[in-house]
């Protein structure tokens, strides 16, 4: 005898997946992290250093804001950058990884570039073969 109603059963759906729109949107929030890392870091500097009596950017480093008892304002701020750039190669990462690329290795670097694409070089690539008489 038959049950009238079969049950399925199927492996559940890890939810650790994410559609590509998702993905994709991930991938752009971490690239734009990057894009502001620069400018914030900046305009926060800018603002400490203007507001610190004795601040001069002619002679001072912008790290030396990191001293003082104002100083966890400056470290924030270098912490605050590193984790926006770091978004940013994660970001990066996920770019190139996802992206179409050509036939062999996703991985890419200039000696992985065509050799049609190089620049070329204006320059010898050895050296003479002799010295011009008299230079040692």
């Known amino acids: 005898m038959t049950s009238p109603n079969p049950t399925f059963t199927t492996a559940p759906t890890p939810r650790t997946q ?20 620069g400018p914030l870091f900046l305009a926060a500097g800018i603002a400490q250093g203007l507001a610190r009596d004795g601040f001069d ?9 990191a001293l003082g008892s104002h100083g966890w304002i400056q470290t924030a701020n270098f912490l605050l950058a590193a984790v926006l750039l770091t978004a940013a190669a994660t970001g990066l ?16 670097s ?3 570039a065509p050799r049609s694409s190089r620049p070329r070089s204006s320059r010898p690539t050895r050296a003479p073969a002799s010295r011009p008489a008299g230079r040692a």
Do not use: D, E, K, V
């Open 18 to 37: 994410s559609t590509p729109a998702t993905t994709r949107t991930r991938t752009r929030l971490l690239l734009t992290g990057g894009l502001a890392a």
């Open 57 to 65: 950017f002619t002679r001072n480093a912008i790290s030396q804001l």
């Open 93 to 108: 990462h996920r770019l190139l990884r996802t992206a179409p690329a050509a036939p062999g290795p996703r991985a890419w």
């Open 110 to 112: 200039p000696s992985s």
